[in-house]
């Protein structure tokens, strides 16, 4: 309940919002028409109507995103239509076409305010394009929200709280067309000016529906809401968080709305220095974390025919969330596979659950492939609908579970370090299941992605090329969203970046649209990594490095050559910096010689 009640404050913030500005003259529209018949309908639409799609989001992903660019093209129309009626209720009669004939009986309807049924639908349907319209338009409580949606998975509770969020806002809304409607029926009776308020609030309903095509209902507007309306639902966020009723959604995320929506789970890749809980020492007693979680709903298992919780009964259980271009992952596979190797024999079982971030992790060859040259050898769930994920209410990358023999988790560990008192763990859980497990700890020596990260010099953080959830672009004019640009690179500070030639930035990556182009980075780190793809074609891409201008020499990583040449021909992270001097702020440089390269994160060590 408690829930439920901040997500329907959340809504109720919505008001004080610009970005809920191109809705408002929709409503005002209906300020003359008694509440009960005309307002109240259509408000009910609208929250309605955004709580459906919202859902959508949640649910289906992209496509539902997509699904709902449809619908606001409809709802543009038929709202542009209802705007026109307004100012000329006189062409309306003699328009044929379907769709201008809608329009005119929904102007005549706001026109009537009829006590009759006849003046409910009208409104309603007004209200459901509007509900359209305003879905994009939403902070950081539906952000967290639709988080928790798709850690969760679809439920009564996640429509509960989009449909409170949306009642909240209906709520305000409705509060000002009441207040609205008195101002209206005053002016009315005072000035005499019903036509030109009518025509005024038919102007104001086309200027709205052109703001929204232009997009400044989720750009410029939603930007102005970010200043006006963050901190405070940033306070009613908190306070789920404190909670401890929702998720815990990624940084980037918490200002999404369904418009920007990511289809996956909450996208943390831990920090190695973080989130580590601190097992006890010398063998003490395992606090018992629960049981484990069921295993099904992986899509396909490699190395291994499905494993089951009863299977595994008897066994003492690792089990690695992983994604293969996640470098925090790379770094701690090493240790993993150490770890299944030395105690295979007594008991332990390794189980790595490979969760995508991007959606080309998703291709199980590719998946298999990556396996193959980690030299994985243990079995790896492919957990593509986050099944596994949501029973474990997993939320970072990697996360290590520890489970004993009787099923119960006696352990966890997020993110990178920690190797040795996780190996301990192990040791102390097989010889509570009655197994001499060999002494001492192992000793990795790895190479290439997988090295520890050197954390004392490293200052640059983990940045997406996607719109989604980029940070610190610099280039002039900043990102046009799923449209082809020519971008200047700019004057990159520390941890900023640019690019250069013809792109197309999209929510997950950016895609180079002609030949010649460019990314730069200003960055603080000994290893710079970049997760790249070939194009659709899947053709090979050229590219070439420099630091600070320069080839890289005896700088370069091992997926380039000295004079910082290297070729991206498939889908994964590659090491194409690894400073051999000191390390200093360095300006980095990819030029791409062929079109087509996907380019979705930069990652530091």
């Known amino acids: 309940m408690t829930v439920l009640l901040l997500a329907y404050l959340g809504g109720v913030l919505t008001i004080v919002s610009p970005c809920i500005l191109p809705v408002l003259p929709f409503v005002f529209a209906r300020a003359g028409q008694p509440f009960l018949r005309s307002g109240l309908p259509m408000l009910g639409g609208m929250a309605l109507a955004f709580a459906a799609v919202a859902t959508l989001a949640a649910v289906g992903g992209s496509w539902a995103v997509e699904a709902n660019q449809y619908g606001r093209l409809a709802a ?12 000329f209720p006189s062409i309306s009669d003699r328009l044929t076409r379907p769709l201008v004939a809608l329009g005119g009986r929904l102007s005549q309807a706001a026109e009537q305010g009829a006590g009759g049924s006849a003046s409910i639908l009208p409104s309603l349907l007004l209200g459901v394009a509007t509900g359209l319209l305003w879905a994009p338009c939403a902070g950081p409580i539906l952000g967290l929200i639709l988080t928790g949606a798709a850690l969760q998975g679809a439920n009564a509770q996640t429509s509960l709280l989009l449909l409170a969020y949306a009642a909240g806002a209906a709520t305000s809304l409705a509060l000002a067309l009441l207040a609205g409607g008195k101002v209206f029926a005053a002016m009315k009776r005072s000035l005499g000016t019903g036509e030109w308020l009518r025509r005024g609030a038919g102007v104001a309903v086309l200027a709205a529906v052109v703001a929204i095509a232009l997009g400044l209902d989720t750009g410029a507007l939603a930007r102005l809401s970010t200043a006006s309306t963050t901190a405070l639902e940033q306070g009613l966020l908190d306070h789920f968080n404190t909670l401890g009723t929702a998720p815990q959604p990624a940084p980037a995320m918490t200002g999404g709305g369904p418009a920007m929506m990511s289809a996956n789970p909450a996208m943390m890749s831990a920090n190695p220095a973080m989130m580590a809980a601190k097992p006890p020492a010398g063998g003490a007693e395992l606090p018992i974390e629960g049981a484990l979680p069921s295993l099904a709903g992986a899509v396909e298992w490699l190395n291994s025919p499905p494993l089951t919780t009863e299977g595994l009964k008897g066994k003492v259980v690792l089990i690695d969330f992983w994604t293969y271009s996640c470098i925090n992952c790379l770094r701690a596979i090493p240790y993993v596979r150490a770890w299944a190797e030395k105690y295979k024999d007594q008991g332990l079982v390794v189980i790595g659950v490979h969760s995508p971030e991007f959606a080309f992790e998703k291709t199980i060859g590719n998946v298999r492939k990556a ?8 079995p790896v769930a492919i957990d593509n609908d986050y099944a596994i994920w949501r029973a474990f209410k ?30 301990e763990v192990i040791q102390q859980l097989l010889a509570e299941a009655g197994k001499k497990a060999a002494g001492g700890l192992v000793a990795v020596t790895a190479s290439g992605a997988e090295m520890a990260s050197n954390e004392a010099d490293v200052r640059s953080p983990e940045t997406y090329l996607g719109y989604e959830r ?35 930035i999209g929510k997950e990556h950016a895609s180079l649209d002609a030949a010649d182009g460019g990314i730069t980075y200003r960055f603080h780190a000994r290893d710079l990594h970049l997760v790249l793809g070939p194009g659709a074609d899947g053709k090979p891409i050229r590219f070439r490095v420099t630091i600070d201008g320069a080839a890289p020499g005896e700088s370069h990583g091992v997926d380039v050559d000295a004079n910082g040449e290297g070729t991206v021909t498939e889908q994964r992270l590659y090491q194409l910096v690894r400073q051999s001097g000191a390390i200093a702020d360095r300006s980095f440089e990819i030029r791409f010689l062929d079109p087509g390269v996907q380019a979705y994160a930069f990652t530091f060590g």
Do not use: C
């Open 470 to 504: 980029a940070e610190n672009f610099v280039s002039p004019g900043g990102a046009a969203e799923d449209a082809s640009k020519r971008y200047e690179t700019g004057m990159p500070r520390l941890n900023e970046w640019g690019l250069s030639g013809n792109w197309t």
């Open 76 to 87: 543009m129309a038929l709202l542009a239509l209802f705007g026109i009626a307004l100012l």
């Open 371 to 378: 396996v193959a040259d980690l030299k994985i050898g243990y």
């Open 394 to 423: 997993n939320q970072y990358w990697p996360a290590h579970y520890f489970i004993d023999a009787e099923g119960r988790i006696r352990h966890h560990h997020f993110g990178e370090g920690g190797y040795d008192k996780s190996e």
